[in-house]
């Protein structure tokens, strides 16, 4: 069975403070992704990476920052966290050339006061 | 521009009502249609994989059919634990891993 964690399940934050969120998976896949999910706007892409320290913007990459030192782990890394981003942030991961399925970990509610 | 819609956004049903939940895509070229469950809280869970036009999957209660345009998840049956909320996701026209969601349906299945 394919297993992503993610590093806190809820995480509640100061305005301007340094945020890293986690994620692992232990199915050795290439590809690993970053959404936050918002009520009426579905899933949306921040950031994926293909491989060890690549990394592509996806839809709405402004005010967040990955890091990829290691294959199985993948960092969303907000700068400076604004209220703007109090939101669900789930991880994905995906073995491209079987599918592409994406499986996802089970998200971090993040609340900026 | 790639785009997935789909309705109803929510649906409420009497414990063994069947009914079905749609998802309308535009894609130039489909490279596959997904489709997860997700309960309130957690990540989405995945269930299905489409790639053409009349192909079918089905499991447990739940089977998904695919045409050119619109993929429809059936729901034969439900029951209470089926309640959650449906997502739809095909991949993307360019050479790309990315998925494009749609809001997703929320079902409800009452006893």
């Known amino acids: 069975d394919v297993k992503v964690t993610q590093s806190s399940r809820y995480l509640v934050k100061r305005t301007g403070e340094k945020v890293f969120l986690e994620c692992v998976q232990d199915?050795?896949?290439?590809?690993m992704f970053w959404y936050r999910q918002d009520p009426g706007l579905g899933l949306r892409l921040i950031y994926f990476?293909?491989?060890?320290?690549?990394?592509e913007k996806g839809d709405i990459p402004e005010g967040y920052s990955v890091s990829r030192e290691k294959k199985e782990r993948f960092s969303l890394i907000l700068e400076s966290a604004s209220t703007n981003q109090t939101s669900m942030y789930l991880c994905?991961?995906?073995?491209?050339?079987?599918?592409?399925?994406?499986?996802f970990g089970p998200g971090t509610r993040l609340t900026v006061l | 521009e790639d785009q997935v819609t789909q309705s109803p956004e929510a649906l409420r049903l009497q414990e063994g009502e069947s009914s079905s939940l749609n998802c309308s895509y535009t894609?130039?070229?489909?490279?596959?249609l997904f489709w997860y469950r997700q309960d309130p809280g957690k990540g989405p869970e995945f269930l299905f994989t489409?790639?053409?036009a009349g192909e079918e999957k089905e499991k447990e209660r739940l089977k998904a059919t695919l045409t050119k345009k619109e993929s429809f998840l059936h729901i034969t049956a439900p029951k209470p634990e089926d309640s959650a909320t449906y997502l739809c996701?095909?991949?993307?026209?360019?050479?790309?891993?990315?998925?494009?969601f749609g809001t997703g349906t929320r079902l409800q299945v009452f006893p």
């Open positions: 994905a991961s995906s073995f491209p050339g079987r599918g592409d399925t994406q499986y």
């Open positions: 199915m050795d896949h290439e590809n």
């Open positions: 990476s293909y491989d060890v320290k690549m990394k």
């Open positions: 894609v130039s070229g489909l490279r596959g």
């Open positions: 489409l790639y053409s």
């Open positions: 996701a095909v991949r993307g026209s360019y050479n790309t891993d990315k998925l494009i």
